[in-house]
Nanobody, 119 residues
Framework: QVHVVESGGGLVQPGGSLELSCEIS????????MGWYRQAPGKQRDLVAT?????TTNYADSVKGRFTISRDNAKVYLQMNSLKPEDTAVYYC???????????????WGQGTLVTVSS
């Protein structure tokens, strides 16, 4: 089994910054890509940023220039700057790859962490 656990959500004022982190644990997992998605109340879950094992990043237009995704071994981070009220959402970590011992392809999601941007 492979698990991802997010942390770092909270309440922040508009214009502020917050860093989310996500850690993979469990079976030895060859990560193909990790990323962050978010879901605002009443809306669908949307891509925020992804990072492949080769270092390719992809950002939603709405966060380009404000958010940065990075990775350090089994952890992936999302640095969020210049936050806006419309960034308020539950942020989910996502990872996909192959379990080394079984060659099983997996996609796993975290439970989500709430980010609220409000004065």
């Amino acid at each position: 089994q492979v698990h991802v656990v997010e942390s770092g959500g909270g309440l922040v004022q508009p214009g502020g910054s917050l860093e989310l982190s996500c850690e993979i644990s469990g079976s030895i997992f060859s990560v193909h890509a990790m990323g962050w998605y978010r879901q605002a109340p009443g809306k669908q879950r949307d891509l925020v940023a992804t990072l492949t094992s080769g270092g390719t990043t992809n950002y939603a237009d709405s966060v380009k220039g404000r958010f940065t995704i990075s990775r350090d071994n089994a952890k992936v981070y999302l640095q969020m700057n210049s936050l806006k009220p419309e960034d308020t959402a539950v942020y989910y970590c996502h990872a996909r790859g192959v379990v080394i011992t079984t060659s099983q392809y997996l996609e796993v999601w975290g439970q989500g962490t709430l980010v609220t941007v409000s004065s």
